[in-house]
């Protein structure tokens, strides 16, 4: 059995540290086995830096998912997506940009695949189909044949009817389908009868009394003048940590568990 931990958006400083005062007392707790977190906002909200990563893999990260902000900092992508910290981006992002959506991990002697994708309906950028894109990689994987002890994806996408789709779309072919980006954990977690575990967000580790971890103000104030204006992003406060643990059989590559979690903390 394979306990997996998946971190919802971190957002900003106050999420990591939000993340860096829970989760290693959480990982003991849960017996997670493998910690994958979206760190996509991770560095002030808007992409990542190798501070920021070496940061969290210090303290029990393990792989870092991504969404449509993973290349807001162009300084140091070549070195963060690299494959040495374990950051992937959406695989149907684009062509010919550094890393890549799809990393293979061994755990307890079992061997595990992370996927990343990114939807398309309402996102700012047109990415390539993420359904045609999946099928890509597991053409050559049968979950029933134990290619993997585990397969995981994190799909980063808007509209919830697109996650649903993907949901039905893989059936039984993944252990998980997880959610993120609109950085509000939904309640309708569940193991499908084929065996794949699914929410449609995890939510966000970031903070709670603000405008889904930015702060309410200008928010307010954008949608009273349709001026666009900057993002503040708090650094203290009360945090949200939002997470979801997916319990695996290893023998089958089917999920019998989904717990999403929820805690609050002060920073």
Do not use: W
């Not at 003991?28 to 002030?44: R, Y």
Request: glycine content about 10%.
């Amino acid at each position: 059995m394979l306990n997996i931990l998946l971190l919802g958006d971190i957002n900003g400083k106050i999420g990591r540290e939000a993340v860096k005062k829970i989760l290693p007392k959480l990982k003991k707790e849960l017996k997670a086995d493998f910690v994958i977190a979206n760190g996509e906002n991770m560095a002030h909200g808007s992409g990542f830096t190798l501070d920021t990563v070496k940061e969290l893999k210090g303290i029990g990260v393990d792989c870092f998912t991504g969404g449509d902000h993973s290349f807001d900092r162009e300084k140091q992508m070549n070195e963060i997506f690299e494959g040495k910290y374990a950051v992937l981006r959406p695989e149907n992002i684009s062509v010919g940009i550094p890393g890549t959506g799809h990393m293979e991990f061994r755990i307890k002697k079992n061997k595990i695949l992370i996927i990343n994708l990114i939807g398309r309906v309402f996102m700012r950028m047109d990415y390539d189909d993420p359904f045609r894109k999946l099928d890509e990689i597991l053409a050559h994987i049968d979950l029933s044949k134990n290619s993997y002890s585990a397969i995981i994806i994190d799909m980063h996408a808007e509209a919830t009817s697109e996650k649903i789709a993907m949901k039905h779309y893989v059936d039984g072919r993944v252990s998980a389908i997880l959610g993120t980006h609109t950085h509000v954990q939904t309640a309708d977690e569940e193991i499908t009868k084929k065996g794949t575990a699914y929410i449609t967000d995890v939510g966000m580790c970031g903070a709670a009394d603000e405008c889904i971890g930015v702060a309410k103000e200008g928010i307010i104030k954008i949608f009273l003048t349709q001026i666009k204006g900057s993002h503040v992003m708090p650094d203290k406060g009360r945090a949200i940590f939002n997470a979801v643990l997916v319990k695996i059989n290893t023998k089958t590559g089917k999920a019998v568990g989904i717990k999403p979690i929820k805690r609050f903390i002060n920073i």
